[in-house]
């Protein structure tokens, strides 16, 4: 571990831009400073009441540079000269490496975007401010698929230069990511947007993550306990309550240090699964207490979501076992309920084989008992569409990104348009909607 003092950081690198922030503290103002601060106040409002050119002047420097210091002045009396306030104050103050958050959304915007540290949970990391003006001739609100097409062209670049040495995984549980102004914002003149990484979910609406990018895992990992939804086409989405429709529960975050072979790449996706189908085993058995208790359940544990080559680079050693059914039609059964409290499979109580062995995935069923959930049981691949390819391919081998391609993530399928209450919206391009 280096010993490197903050002050030695890499200027360009996230970690060094963040300390770079952190340490320019205000400095104390004396006596002086104070009146002359005070002076200037009130000559904006003068000039302000008069409409003289000292208001021009002022607000021209809130317009171009609305966080300066020489414009502190008339955004203390005028904020609302500062379009960007209109889409809300942590869009219009927000800087490289700031963190935001947010709940609901109207027509795919947030609407009650707010500030946050990058240690506690937030869905977006600022790594550029970008003007859209010469990106947008015709003075149209980017919406649906042309947002996602300048996130893909302007934001791709902003966002490689902040992440530097440590390229961002499209096949992880992160992508690039664009938030413009509000409409509202835009009709006063806003024509700023963040670019940034946003952490998504399997089917590409926004997740929380309470780390920043620099250090944060970038394979895809949930909490135990965790219940992952399941769509019409009977493919995983986000999290959910375990009491409505979901594709598998989490049972345990394994740390397959020892397990897989060390080098520069990681096993394939079906031998990761068989590698660690004992240690998955394990931790069923101790999620449920016994044995016999995952027995009656009929699921099959397994490792979800192979570690792709790119996140193995940057330092991922560990995976999620779940527990889940190979479904036909599939590819997964939906499961309803904890497995810890009556989980039911395709609407149907369990139905418990007669042998006493737990099958491990992959084993084929034995004559002349039920499946017992029995049979292959592949790593989720993410929905069509995915930038990325998928989030790794199944244990049949599905497809998947082709080696040293790198898509863009928000490149291929426009925002969700109304999104209903509360729903998080797609707002920054990524595929699968963000319902």
């Known amino acids: ?76 009396i005028a904020p609302q000269v500062n379009p960007r306030t209109i889409t809300g104050e942590a869009f219009a103050l927000a800087a490289s490496g700031d963190c935001l958050n947010w709940t609901s959304s109207v027509r795919g915007q947030p609407t009650d975007i707010v500030s946050t540290t990058c240690e506690e949970p937030h869905r977006f990391e600022v790594a550029d401010r970008i003007d859209l003006t010469e990106a947008t001739p015709d003075d149209a609100y980017p919406e649906g698929q042309r947002r996602v097409d300048l996130a893909g062209e302007l934001c791709a670049p902003a966002i490689d230069r902040f992440v530097g040495d440590r390229p961002l995984d499209p096949e992880g549980r992160f992508a690039r990511a664009l938030i413009p102004p509000s409409a ?156 810890r409290d009556g989980v039911t499979i395709e609407g149907e109580a369990p139905v418990v084989p007669t042998t006493t062995e737990v099958p491990s995935p992959g084993d084929a069923p034995q004559p002349g008992t039920s499946d017992g959930g029995a049979g292959a049981a592949p790593a989720p691949a993410a929905p069509a569409g995915d930038a990325g390819g998928g989030a790794g391919a199944d244990a049949g081998g599905g497809q998947g990104t082709q080696q040293g391609e790198v898509p863009v993530a928000g490149a291929e399928q426009p925002a969700a348009e109304d999104p209903g209450a509360g729903e998080i919206p797609n707002v920054f391009g990524v595929p699968g909607g963000g319902n």
């Open 1 to 76: 571990m280096s010993t490197s003092s903050d002050s030695e950081k890499p200027a360009g690198s996230a970690a060094g831009r963040a300390h770079s922030r952190r340490a320019k503290k205000p400095k104390p103002r004396g006596a002086a400073a104070l009146a002359r601060t005070r002076g200037a106040v009130m000559g904006s409002v003068v000039a302000l009441a008069i409409g003289g050119a000292a208001a021009g002047t002022g607000i021209g420097m809130v317009m171009n540079d609305p966080d300066s210091e020489a414009a502190g002045p008339v955004n203390a």
């Open 184 to 339: 509202e914002g835009w009709e006063a003149g806003d024509r700023s947007a963040l670019c940034g990484i946003a952490a998504k979910e399997l089917d590409g609406s926004s997740a929380e993550i309470n780390q920043p990018f620099a250090v944060a895992d970038q394979h895809r990992l949930w909490e135990p306990g965790t219940c992952i939804g399941i769509n019409d086409q009977r493919t995983p989405t986000g999290k959910v309550e375990c009491t409505e429709d979901h594709a598998f529960e989490v049972v345990a975050n394994v740390d397959i240090s020892g397990l897989f072979p060390e080098g520069e790449f990681p096993p394939e996706p079906a031998d990761q699964t068989a590698i660690s189908a004992d240690a998955c085993y394990n931790a069923a058995v101790e999620y449920m207490g016994d044995v016999e208790a995952l027995r009656r359940t009929t699921l099959v544990p397994a490792q979800v979501m192979p570690i792709s080559q790119l996140s193995w680079a940057t330092g991922s050693r560990t995976v999620n076992c779940a527990l889940m059914r190979v479904a036909d039609p599939g590819p997964f059964a939906v499961l309803r309920g904890s497995v």
